[in-house]
Structure formats: structure tokens, C-alpha cells
């Protein structure tokens, strides 16, 4: 399967937002809510002080342009009014009253601007992606992109190869459902495409406003999570069939798991005022599933070498550190400890969804890495479905 991979361009969201600052929006709108004293140790406990942002935490939290009023319709309030008895004067004056009332921001209010940052970062990301790679875009043959939070079509594919100036006959793989196993399945994909025609070069661009999902008017308990844990991120890398200076890391082997009737665990729902990702308390275990698959795969690839092989860095993103825990209690008692430190300080500062694998996979470039130590990586999606890699540093 050999494919080489240089090492990938990170751009993550420049607005810095402080879980302080969410916890006192939330606490704010929501004061009455059941889970409101617990708020604070829900901070807390997911360890994130501060996230990166594409857009403003303003921007997420501000009315739309319309009035309430405006929403609903003052024809059908003013016949409502009327019809139950209330004077011309009564109905001027609850009209008054509504239209001052803002309405939420509607699907296009909350996606337009992310769409136009989806696009912008994931352009930065491609071209700092290239010029680490020494390639200009001439050189692509194929590009593969996702970001599942800001539908849109012509997708992402279409408005890099514009932005980039690629060749019109570059191949074109959008893949915005993958959503958190975007990192991991992209690379896949590469390998396959690369050992079908080695001379191929594939760039891979995964870019990520999460925090399109943070939905203001929401009061439940997973809502407050999905506010503090998601961030915004663009990345992209170079992937080729043959090794190049700038190669850092080889890809010998993927794996690919689906857990069956799963996918109403965690999910996105687009309503009237933009998209909800949809938490079921379930999910982890499900994607604990997928975990022991992934073991289960390496111990019968390994099985000729049980007691001499371990991978020494494991680059996981399995949506969440409850999973990780879970990874670290399951491995195998001989593999060495801290396997997942890049992916545990990955998460100190938010879960960045399809782009997570990437940047813990820069984080542990930055560190250094022995030529010829072997690497993991792993990452769990919606759905629930899987995919992992096993490879060696150059």
C-alpha cells in the first residue's frame, strides 16, 4: 500500500474563545435549567480553557436580521388579535411589542459566513500544505476535501480548484459526510489512489467550522456540551506514491469498521435556524466498539511478532477522552505509556472534528520522531463508522 506523506499545514480558527465566556452566554439565556448549578464542573471536566474560532462567539450568539414578528407574519398576528377580541389599539401595540423582539438567525444567516471562512482557511491551509511539500498546484493530480457543518454545492472541491488554479483535468473527490473520520479516510483514499499510479500526487484539504453547531436557544445538557467542546480548523497535506525529501511518514496498511444501525447516535439535523449535532449518551460505547475492532485488526497483523511490536505513538481521535481512557485501559499491558499524549493535548484546546488527525499528526512531527518508529492512526465518526492506519517515520 506504501504512500508517503509530508507533513500537513494547520490553520487553526483565530478568534480565541474562552470557556468563560460560553459559560456566561449559556448562564445568561438559560438561568433556569435543570443542570444550570452544574455548569461549571461540566466546564471543567472536558479540560478546554480556550478554543479557536473562525468566526466570533458574537457571530454565533446574534439574532437574526428579522423580527420575530417578521418570522411569523403581522397579516396572520393582526387577524389572530382580531379575531379574539382585541381593540385596533391593543393589536398596534402588541405589533409594536413583537417587532422588537429579534427572530434567530436563519439557516443561510448561520451559514453563509462560515461557508465564505471554510473556504478561505481551507485555501490557506492547501497552499502552506504545497509550498511545505515543494509542489506547486500544477503539480496536483487529485484533490479530496471535506467539511461536513457548511453544506454547500459546488463544495469545497470546486472552490479550491478555482482558488488554486489547478489543472482542469485534476480529479475531484469531495467527501463532506465523513465528518470526524474525514482525517483518517482521506489518507486512505490517497494511499489507494497513489498505489494505483504512483506518480499521482494527491493533496488533501479538511477544513472544519464546528462551531457553526453552537445553537444559542438550545437548553439541553448535550447542547451545553457540544458548545465547549467543538473548535474550528483547516488542514491540509500532500500525499504521494513515491518518497520525497520532504516525506515524513510512510502508510503501509488501513482499516475500516462500521458498527451496524448505529448512525442515530450522533448526527446532524438542519432546522429553520441552522445546523444541531445531535449527541446520544450512548455514542461512546458504541465507539468503543470500533476500538476493540482496531485491536483486534493490529493483533492479527502483528500476529508473527506478538510480543516485540507496538506502535511507540498512537494519533487517535475518537471524538472525545472518555474514548481515550478507554483506548489507554484496552491496549495491551506491554505497549509503552504515552502512546496518546499528541492526541490528549490535541484536545486541550477543542475537538476539531475531520481536521483532529492532522493536527495531532503535526504536533508529534513538531515533537520529532525516530525514523522507523511505527504510528497509529486512528478516528471515529457519526454513523459509527471507523478507520485506521498503521505506518512508519522516515
Request: proline share 6%.
Amino acid at each position: 500500500m506504501a504512500a508517503y506523506l509530508c507533513p500537513p499545514a494547520v490553520i487553526h480558527g483565530e478568534h480565541a474563545v474562552e470557556t468563560g465566556q460560553i459559560v456566561a452566554e449559556v448562564r445568561d439565556r438559560h438561568p433556569d435549567v435543570a443542570w444550570a448549578p452544574r455548569i461549571d464542573g461540566i466546564a471543567a471536566s472536558t479540560g478546554i480553557e480556550t478554543r479557536g474560532w473562525m468566526l466570533p462567539l458574537e457571530t454565533a450568539v446574534a439574532p437574526g436580521d428579522r423580527s420575530g414578528l417578521q418570522a411569523v407574519g403581522i397579516g396572520t398576528v393582526q387577524e389572530t388579535l382580531a379575531r379574539d377580541g382585541f381593540t385596533q389599539q391593543d393589536v398596534d401595540r402588541v405589533i409594536a411589542a413583537l417587532e422588537a423582539i429579534p427572530a434567530p438567525q436563519t439557516v443561510q444567516e448561520r451559514t453563509a459566513p462560515a461557508w465564505e471562512a471554510v473556504q478561505s482557511y481551507g485555501e490557506r491551509a492547501a497552499r502552506g500544505a504545497l509550498q511545505i511539500a515543494g509542489l506547486d498546484a500544477a503539480d496536483v493530480d487529485c484533490l479530496i476535501t471535506s467539511h461536513s457543518t457548511t453544506p454547500a454545492l459546488p463544495g469545497l472541491d470546486i472552490a479550491l480548484a478555482n482558488k488554486l488554479a489547478l489543472r482542469d483535468d485534476v480529479m475531484l473527490l469531495p467527501a463532506t459526510q465523513w465528518a470526524c473520520v474525514a482525517g483518517t479516510r482521506s489518507l486512505a483514499l490517497a494511499a489507494d489512489l497513489v498505489a494505483a499510479d504512483p506518480d499521482r500526487v494527491v493533496l488533501v484539504v479538511i477544513a472544519e467550522a464546528l462551531s457553526t453547531t453552537y445553537q444559542p436557544a438550545d437548553d439541553t445538557l448535550e447542547s451545553l456540551i457540544v458548545r465547549l467542546l467543538f473548535a474550528d480548523t483547516a488542514v491540509a497535506t500532500v500525499v504521494t506514491g513515491r518518497p520525497r525529501r520532504e516525506s515524513v511518514l510512510r502508510l503501509d496498511a488501513a482499516w475500516h469498521h462500521t458498527v451496524p444501525d448505529t448512525q442515530d447516535l450522533h448526527c446532524l439535523e438542519t432546522r429553520a435556524d441552522g445546523t444541531h449535532f445531535v449527541m446520544d449518551r450512548r455514542g461512546p460505547r458504541a465507539v468503543q466498539e470500533t476500538v476493540t475492532a482496531m485491536w483486534e485488526w493490529l493483533r492479527l497483523r502483528y500476529q508473527d511478532d506478538p510480543d516485540s511490536w507496538h506502535p511507540d505513538v498512537l494519533l487517535a481521535h475518537p471524538g472525545g477522552t472518555r474514548v481515550l481512557e478507554y483506548m489507554e485501559q484496552t491496549m495491551p499491558d506491554a505497549w509503552p505509556s504515552g502512546l496518546l499524549d499528541y492526541s490528549r493535548d490535541s484536545y486541550t484546546s477543542g475537538n476539531r472534528g475531520g481536521a483532529a488527525v492532522f493536527d495531532i499528526l503535526r504536533r508529534a512531527h513538531d515533537a520529532g520522531q525516530k525514523s522507523g518508529s511505527r504510528a497509529v492512526l486512528y478516528a471515529a465518526a457519526p454513523g459509527l463508522t471507523a478507520t485506521a492506519l498503521e505506518g512508519e517515520w522516515l
